[in-house]
């Protein structure tokens, strides 16, 4: 597992972007934008990845009861900044796509333990993560859906995170090879909408969608995915992963 460095020079003004949904107009539902974020003089976008938040001008608001009060703060896009409890927030992440499907609680606590003594707060994670000899929850989403066991997992996972006031950004499905089988357009939305009842009331959770993986032509897939997650309360910051010599703007723009 290794750690990757996400800081990056700050472009000199916010560059809001449309997050594309040509299916869904005109259904009343809310759009989407690509918000560079900046923290503390620092953007967490080095690999090509920008926030997706909410097509508004204020931070979204959540209910008191939609939150775990074991959680650390909520993350928020405020400008050109990423904010918790209204301070900056500066995003300092150790990659460990494996995790999830590879180890066990007991690992995973050990693991967890270590970064955060070592003065990490975000683990950039996978849900279904075909590579490094990581388990698969299921061969494609709907059935990976099923399997609590995994699920159980993750949630697991999410609340050690949580007592160690560390955050999870976690891919529901890596994109590279596994788009067109294991996640379809058709497929998309009701996966996100899973992970969405699932999880949507974890503050210390944030969404990657893609995986070291452009998204030429599959704009509408990711964008069912994320529609599928806001859907159902999985609000948190989402993202997009291309790979590391592209910018998530070249589709989402």
């Given at each position: 597992?290794?750690?990757?460095?996400?800081?990056?020079?700050?472009?000199?003004?916010?560059?809001?972007?449309?997050?594309?949904?040509?299916?869904?107009?005109?259904?009343?539902?809310?759009?989407?934008?690509?918000?560079?974020a900046?923290?503390?003089?620092?953007?967490?976008?080095?690999?090509?990845?920008?926030?997706?938040?909410?097509?508004?001008?204020?931070?979204?608001?959540?209910?008191?009861?939609?939150?775990?009060?074991?959680?650390?703060?909520?993350?928020?896009?405020?400008?050109?900044?990423?904010?918790?409890?209204g301070?900056?927030?500066?995003?300092?992440?150790?990659?460990?796509?494996?995790?999830?499907?590879?180890l066990?609680?007991?690992?995973?606590?050990?693991?967890?333990?270590?970064?955060?003594?070592?003065?990490?707060?975000?683990?950039?994670?996978?849900?279904?993560?075909?590579?490094?000899?990581?388990?698969?929850?299921?061969?494609?989403v709907?059935?990976?859906?099923?399997?609590?066991e995994?699920?159980?997992?993750v949630?697991?996972?999410?609340?050690?995170?949580?007592?160690?006031?560390?955050?999870?950004?976690?891919?529901?499905?890596?994109?590279?090879?596994?788009?067109?089988a294991?996640?379809?357009?058709?497929?998309?939305?009701?996966?996100?909408?899973?992970l969405?009842?699932?999880?949507?009331?974890?503050?210390?959770?944030?969404?990657?969608?893609?995986?070291?993986?452009?998204?030429?032509?599959?704009?509408?897939?990711?964008?069912?995915?994320?529609?599928?997650?806001?859907?159902?309360?999985?609000?948190q910051?989402?993202?997009?992963?291309?790979?590391?010599?592209?910018?998530?703007?070249?589709?989402?723009?």
């Amino acid at each position: 597992m290794t750690s990757h460095d996400l800081i990056t020079t700050p472009s000199p003004q916010p560059v809001p972007r449309a997050w594309p949904s040509p299916a869904r107009a005109g259904r009343g539902r809310r759009g989407w934008r690509l918000t560079r974020a900046v923290v503390a003089a620092a953007a967490v976008t080095g690999l090509g990845m920008s926030l997706l938040t909410a097509d508004t001008d204020r931070p979204v608001q959540r209910a008191a009861d939609e939150s775990s009060t074991s959680d650390p703060p909520y993350l928020q896009v405020d400008g050109r900044f990423l904010t918790a409890d209204g301070e900056p927030f500066f995003w300092l992440a150790d990659t460990a796509w494996a995790m999830l499907g590879k180890l066990s609680e007991d690992e995973i606590t050990e693991y967890l333990g270590t970064r955060a003594e070592q003065g990490f707060n975000v683990v950039q994670t996978v849900a279904m993560f075909p590579q490094a000899g990581a388990e698969s929850p299921g061969d494609t989403v709907d059935a990976a859906a099923e399997n609590d066991e995994f699920w159980d997992r993750v949630e697991f996972a999410i609340d050690a995170a949580a007592e160690r006031g560390m955050y999870l950004a976690i891919h529901p499905v890596w994109g590279d090879k596994q788009t067109g089988a294991a996640i379809t357009e058709s497929s998309a939305r009701g996966y996100g909408e899973f992970l969405g009842e699932r999880f949507g009331a974890r503050d210390n959770v944030t969404w990657t969608l893609g995986g070291d993986h452009p998204a030429d032509g599959e704009e509408q897939l990711w964008t069912e995915l994320a529609e599928g997650l806001d859907d159902t309360g999985g609000t948190q910051l989402t993202t997009y992963h291309p790979r590391g010599d592209q910018s998530s703007a070249e589709w989402f723009a």
